[in-house]
């Protein structure tokens, strides 16, 4: 599957923005999908997952009450709604997806070793 990240930009913090993540390829809905976020200097991490069919999603703690991811598997896309931006949010955004986890509840959504398909990135900054 080949996943193509956008929505990324520059805002200041309090505000909102909406990312994106195009499938093409497979059967979305065959597919775990979630972001991560690599800010400069620090390793990637995750933000947030959801199943098949986006009945369960996963937050980072970071996030929890101010992102929410959602997907509409009629139109192979992913969302990531973040409100209430902060300066450390700001990174560059990837989206991901993988087949492997094959049970609902998993921890396996929070690791990236569990993804293999990933976008090209959005950047996201955020400014004071």
Not at 19 to 43: I, V
Not at 100 to 123: C, L, P
Request: hydrophobic residues 30%; positive net charge; charged residues 15%.
């Amino acid at each position: 599957v080949q996943l193509q990240a956008s929505g990324g930009g520059l805002v200041q913090a309090g505000c909102s923005l909406r990312l994106s993540c195009a499938a093409s390829g497979h059967t979305f809905n065959g597919y775990n999908m979630a972001w991560f976020r690599q800010a400069p200097g620090k390793e990637r991490e995750f933000v947030s997952g959801i199943s098949k069919s986006g009945g369960v999603t996963y937050l980072a703690d970071s996030v929890k009450g101010r992102f929410t991811i959602s997907r509409y598997n009629a139109k192979n896309t992913v969302y990531l709604e973040m409100n209430s931006l902060k300066r450390e949010d700001t990174a560059v955004y990837y989206c991901a997806a993988t087949r492997a986890i094959t049970t609902v509840y998993s921890r396996d959504y929070y690791r990236s070793m569990t993804y293999n398909y990933w976008g090209q990135g959005t950047k996201v900054t955020v400014s004071s």
